[in-house]
């Protein structure tokens, strides 16, 4: 993708910010938004964070569910592929109600008719672009109980509703969506074992990718915190805490992004990522956003509690980003699984 195409999007984003969520994402496939390599969609991913575009994780679509597609063996593969990269919206529908972020909890059911066709009951929620998506990728246990990829286009035998987020979220599409006798496909035939393995890769690309959101989101409060301080020196001179608190800021950004370029250039060079490496990642992105949100709170004083307040977006969005795609101590898990 070329520098002007990815202008050409951001300038489209900001710009129509008030228009359908299904015509934009519709218009991203079309400008090739889901065409992009691995380095491309990184460099996208960071303009977009910076931008404060942050309800366009286009990386998703593109590396997420492109990655679980590309694997299977599905027969209608080539359509799904074609699809994906014209101007098809895809989701990926893992979590249920009171699921977390455990797998081994997934309740929705497929099961084969007399003519052997699959239809699935069930229900997901906090599914991303799951009221916009024509194309459904979600996780559920087969006839033999065992847990499955499946892909579904069948939109008239589902119910789906949009949540309601808070106004800071406002534009974000987030669905819960209930399968009711709902036909569908398995992708990856009578191999339950490679669907989780694929599905465990997809979730460290996930991680990834909410881990380079996160320092990117980072990256912009530490300017926000510093221009803050510029405008409080006066009054703050001589107070060391906040020069320790900052030292403390710029070193766990520094190596949050050392540890996270090297992340990076493997998965651009297509090696293998760890899971318990991607996990270490996105939980010290966690706490590195965490604490300087805190301490930029802190130094804004009464303006942190303005409609105004330039960290709203920043405190709705990080929020999210704890929890997407599992909480931080389902990282911590990971992480010490070898004890
Ligand atoms: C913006 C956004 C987008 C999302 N998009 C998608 C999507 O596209 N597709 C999809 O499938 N899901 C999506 N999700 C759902 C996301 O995957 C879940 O929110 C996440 O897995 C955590 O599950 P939960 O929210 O039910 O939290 P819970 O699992 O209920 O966790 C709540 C708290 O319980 C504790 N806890 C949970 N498990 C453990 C444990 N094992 N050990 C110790 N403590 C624990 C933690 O303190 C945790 O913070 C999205 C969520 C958000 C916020």
Known sequence: MTDDTMKDIIC?????????????????????????????????????????LFEYPLWLQNDVIRLIIDESDINIKKEIKIKLQSDGVFCLALTEQFGGSSFQNVKTQVSDNSVGNKKAVGKKVYISNGNIADNIIFLARDSDEKLNLFYTDDLNNMVRGKLVLSDAMGR?????????????????????LKAMFVLNKAMAVERLFCSITM??????????????????????QGSQYWKFSYAKMK???HL???????????????????????????????????????????????????????????????????????????????????L
Request: glycine letters at 4%; a negative charge.
């Open 256 to 338: 949050l992004e050392t540890y996270l370029s090297n992340l990076e250039e493997m998965y651009v060079e297509g090696k293998a990522i760890l899971p318990s490496d991607v996990a270490i990642a996105k939980s010290y992105a966690t706490d590195t956003l965490k604490y300087i949100l805190e301490k930029t709170e802190i130094l804004l004083g009464a303006q942190s509690i303005l409609k105004s307040n330039i960290l709203i977006p920043y405190e709705a969005y990080s929020k999210a980003y704890y929890s997407a795609g599992g909480t931080n101590e389902i990282m911590k898990e990971i992480i010490g699984a070898d």
């Open 215 to 236: 320092l990117v989101m980072t990256k912009s409060l530490l300017e926000v915190f510093l221009r803050v301080y510029r405008e409080k020196r006066d009054m703050l």
């Open 12 to 52: 489209f984003l900001k710009t129509n910010g008030e228009t359908d969520m299904k015509e934009i994402w519709v218009h991203l496939s079309k400008a090739g938004a889901f065409q992009t390599s691995a380095s491309d969609t990184i460099k996208l991913c960071k303009i977009l964070v910076k931008e404060e």
């Open 251 to 253: 070193l766990n950004t």
């Open 172 to 192: 974000y599409d987030l669905a819960e969506i209930e399968f009711v006798n709902t036909k569908c496909q398995c992708l990856y035939t009578n191999n339950a």
